[in-house]
Structure formats: C-alpha cells, structure tokens
T-cell receptor, first 114, second 111 residues
C-alpha cells in the first residue's frame, strides 16, 4: 500500500512568486492535513481538510491556502513568497478524524525561497 | 493541550534497548499517547500509540503507567538507523485534528 506522496520533493522559488504543492493521501484516507517545519519554529500545523472542506486552520497568514479534491488529494498554495517561507512542508493523512485515527506523514516538499 | 516533557537528548549503544521516557501528567482519560520519530530530512514516521494498556508492534513497545501520567517507548535492539528525533505526543480531544509537536528527544545510537 503506497504511503502519502508529495510532489515536488525540492523546489526553489523567488521572493514574490507563488508555489503549489501537491499531496496524495494513503488510499482510502479522507483526512488530509499540512504542516510546516522550520529550524526555528519546529513542526507547526497549517490546516486540515476533510470531505473537501477546510475544517481547521493554524496560525498562518492568508497567503497560505489549500484545497482538497473529491478523491481526497490535496494541494496547498503559498502566494507572494517571503524568505521566511523556506521550510519543509509536510502532508499527512488519516483514515478518519479523531484521536484514535493514526496520522501518517509524507516525505515532505523542501521549499527554498531566494 | 496536554503537555509532554521529554529529555532533550540521549545516547544508546547499538544492539541495546533504548528506553525513551515521556511525562504527560495532565493527560485526560480519553486522550491517546502517540510516538513518532523523524530521521533527518524525512517526514515524521509513526511508531506506536496507546490509550491505557501497554502496546507492542514490530518497531517498539509502549509502556504506559497505571495513572497514565507517563510512558516509556522501548526500542528493543537499537540500530544505527534508529538515530532520530523522537516525539511523544498526547492527542487531546479538543483539537483532535492535529498533532502538537514539541522539541522531542534526539536519540543517537552509537556503534
């Protein structure tokens, strides 16, 4: 069974540009969430999607957005990139919502903003 | 959120058992303890989770104290590939949609 797949794995963008990251959850998983990891802030929750609806959002500016499609695949977008957006972006999925449902992570997308 | 406390780092000899402690004194009755690890530059890897009873899988064992205020993750035979940051996380029912990562324990397995 394939794990959580994220593309691209590495990318470099220029300040002011926008970027779209893609995530395919584990087959059958309906909940998809995104996290940002930086050396200074650690792993921080961005948002969670379930049944194509954003259910929760972390403390990030509106430049960070996402969506989920009917097949549970998800994308996140960051507009007007800033140097501080350089980070590892992680997608995670779980079968359903709730504390008893294990969350599995992908390998992440490394974004460098120059 | 139920907070967790872990030692910042620990060393372990290859082939020996690694015992990773975690304190979660404010845990509530229906909140799970999860363990993940993150090897450098990779996404966090799920290890094991438990509610009340001790749990074992092919990767590790989880021992939860009777009062549920602390737990220990046991890697039975540590290898060099177990070198990673290990995170103990309590999933609280009030924000069950996310994982709240702390600083974790950096485990270094030495030959």
């Amino acid at each position: 069974k394939a794990g959580v797949t994220q593309t691209p794995r590495y990318l470099i963008k220029t300040r002011g540009q926008q970027v779209t990251l893609s995530c395919s959850p584990i087959s059958g998983h309906r909940s998809v969430s995104w996290y940002q990891q930086t050396p200074g802030q650690g792993l921080q929750f961005l948002f969670e999607y379930f049944s194509e609806t954003q259910r929760n959002k972390g403390n990030f500016p509106g430049r960070f957005s996402g969506r989920q499609f009917s097949n549970s695949r998800s994308e996140m977008n960051v507009s007007t990139l800033e140097l501080g957006d350089s980070a590892l972006y992680l997608c995670a999925s779980s079968l359903e919502r709730g504390t008893g449902n294990t969350i599995y992570f992908g390998e992440g997308s490394w974004l460098t903003v120059v | 959120d139920a907070k967790t406390t872990q030692p910042p780092s620990m060393d372990c000899a290859e082939g020996r058992a690694a015992n990773l402690p975690c304190n979660h004194s404010t845990i509530s009755g229906n909140e799970y303890v999860y363990w993940y690890r993150q090897i450098h530059s990779q996404g966090p890897q799920y290890i094991i989770h438990g509610l009340k009873n001790n749990e074992t899988n092919e990767m590790a064992s989880l021992i939860i104290t009777e009062d549920r205020k602390s737990s220990t993750l046991i890697l039975p035979h540590a290898t060099l590939r177990d070198t990673a940051v290990y995170y103990c996380i309590v999933r609280v029912s009030t924000n069950d949609y996310k994982l709240s990562f702390g600083a974790g324990t950096t485990v270094t397995v030495r030959a």
